[in-house]
């Protein structure tokens, strides 16, 4: 990626038939190339800046190939921050392929992947940390993922790092200048002065990292597992969360053997549904397939669901599992659900469980269910949208803590300023990893690697 000197080119718009695609050109020569592809209907060039102009696309042997729209942007007005040409044609695969051939041909190279988000960033039209909410931007699966992404991509993260940078930056200059001209008493640092400024940055710090967890689930998802003994209406209770006919459900017991996913939208946090196997002792090699992978799941979930059936008197590996309950290491993420609560009610649970009661066949509670369990996974109360969602960000800010916190003790110690200073100017290189200005291409490499082609 680091050739910014070409020209290149790819289609922006989805893979497959639509009603319109674009096709991307990016570099010195993309206006040459765009004027080249496209014959005006009218008479007159198309204006870099100007109005979109409607006319005819051409394919490598100068043949029509489709028609449609032009657009010209200047580098200043353009998401690379370099000249780009747009052409808007119908969303034909094979029209789209032969325009980017054609282009090819005139000089263009393919782009790689995120390769046009990434001269954005090296044109200065973003930072790193906004690139990478592009990226989560198109992969967002539910509208409050998106708009979270859409507010990073604004340069939310970045306004928030600015006032942890600044005043690290001021600790730096400061101690630098009192270790540069010791003997100048206006340059000396108050007793415990620089010690309290660190604890101020520490605590800037946390305040970002609390919100981790929150926004990891926001970002990457959760997985949601639905586990119980055989018969207890998983499956069904897994068809009413996702409000459609996914699972096979029947009376015979055990009729799920293996793992099933889906992803749901709860409250905008998208997970991963996980139908498993009922817990049983298994009487093939089948079944015990299928238990095992059921305990994998359950052991590697954000949260577990644990279906009892209501109408029946409890088995006695739910009675043991309801008395573990408030010691496993797991309650935490265990959400109890008595089902078949629309028939008469048998069952007896502990109070202290806390199981709601549901009926995946009318629906009841079923709304409930769903804010507890997005609850259980973003915390109760009002939630403020997420600003740090990416483990790298987060990674980075704790390497960065922990640089303060060697600075902090270096400070309140005999140790020299020298040592101190290196302290804070590691935690500096952390941040600005976040946002790029201390980024290598071996990171950008690994990170635009990750991008669809033609963003």
């Known amino acids: 990626m680091q050739d910014l000197d070409s020209t290149i080119v ?13 096709v991307r050109v990016s570099g010195p020569s993309a206006e040459e190339i765009g004027r080249r592809l496209f014959r005006p209907a009218a008479a007159g060039r ?47 695969p094979a029209v789209l392929a032969e325009l980017v051939e054609a282009a090819v041909a005139e000089g263009a190279r393919p782009a790689g992947p995120g390769e046009f988000t990434y001269r954005a960033l090296r ?22 993922q998106a ?48 010690g309290r400024g660190i604890a101020a940055l520490l605590a800037a710090c946390d305040e970002l990292l609390r919100g981790f967890e929150a926004g990891r689930l926001v970002r990457d998802g959760a997985a949601l597992v639905v586990a119980g003994l055989p018969n207890a209406g998983k499956s069904s209770l897994f068809n009413a969360l996702l409000s459609r006919d996914r699972a096979i459900v029947a009376e015979a017991a055990g009729t ?56 029946r008197p409890l088995d006695p590996l739910e009675v043991a599992a309801l008395g573990r309950a408030g ?12 089902n078949k609560c629309d028939l008469r009610a048998v069952a007896r649970v502990p109070a202290e469980a806390g199981a709601l009661r549901v009926s995946a066949l009318t629906g009841a509670g079923l709304d409930g269910l769903r804010a507890e369990l997005r609850d259980r996974l973003l915390g109760r109360g009002p ?6 969602t990416d483990t ?21 110690g005999a140790f020299s300023e020298e040592l101190l200073l290196e302290d804070l100017r590691e935690a500096m290189r952390h941040l600005g990893e976040i946002t790029g200005e201390f980024g290598t291409e071996q990171l950008y490499d690994r990170i635009f690697s990750t991008f669809c082609i033609g963003k």
Do not use: K, N
């Not at 790819?10 to 674009?22: E, K, L, N, Q, W």
């Not at 496993?328 to 659900?337: G, L, M, Y």
């Not at 960000?393 to 600075?407: C, I, P, Y």
């Open 392 to 412: 790298r960000h987060a990674l980075a800010l704790r390497q960065a803590r922990a640089a303060l916190e060697r600075g902090a003790e270096a400070a309140s």
């Open 123 to 144: 044109h200065g039209r973003l930072d790193l940390a906004r690139a990478e909410a592009v990226r989560d931007l198109v992969a967002a699966r539910t509208l409050y």
């Open 327 to 338: 010691d496993e290491p797991e309650r935490e993420r265990t959400v109890w659900v008595l």
């Open 383 to 388: 939630l403020e949208p997420p600003v740090l």
């Open 147 to 194: 708009r979270v992404a859409l507010a990073q991509a604004e340069g939310a993260l970045s306004r928030r790092l600015a006032p942890l940078r600044e005043s690290l930056e001021e600790w730096i200059a400061r101690g630098e200048a009192a270790v540069e001209f010791v003997e100048e008493s206006e340059t000396h640092l108050a007793p415990g002065q620089l």
């Open 10 to 22: 790819a289609v922006a718009t989805p893979a497959g038939r639509g009603g319109v695609g674009c």
């Open 256 to 311: 799920t053997r293996d793992t099933l996913e889906e992803q749901l939208d709860l409250g905008g946090v998208p997970v991963r549904l996980i139908d498993t196997a009922g817990l049983r002792e298994a009487s093939d090699r089948v079944e015990s397939e299928g238990v095992r992978r059921a305990e994998l799941a359950r052991r590697e979930a954000d949260l577990i669901l644990m279906v009892l059936d209501a109408s």
């Open 46 to 92: 198309p204006r870099v800046g100007g109005r979109p102009r409607f006319g005819s696309f051409l394919a490598r042997d100068g043949s029509p190939l489709d028609h449609g729209y032009l657009v010209l942007f200047p580098p200043g007005a353009s998401f690379t921050g370099e000249p780009v040409a747009e052409l808007w044609a119908h969303g034909s």
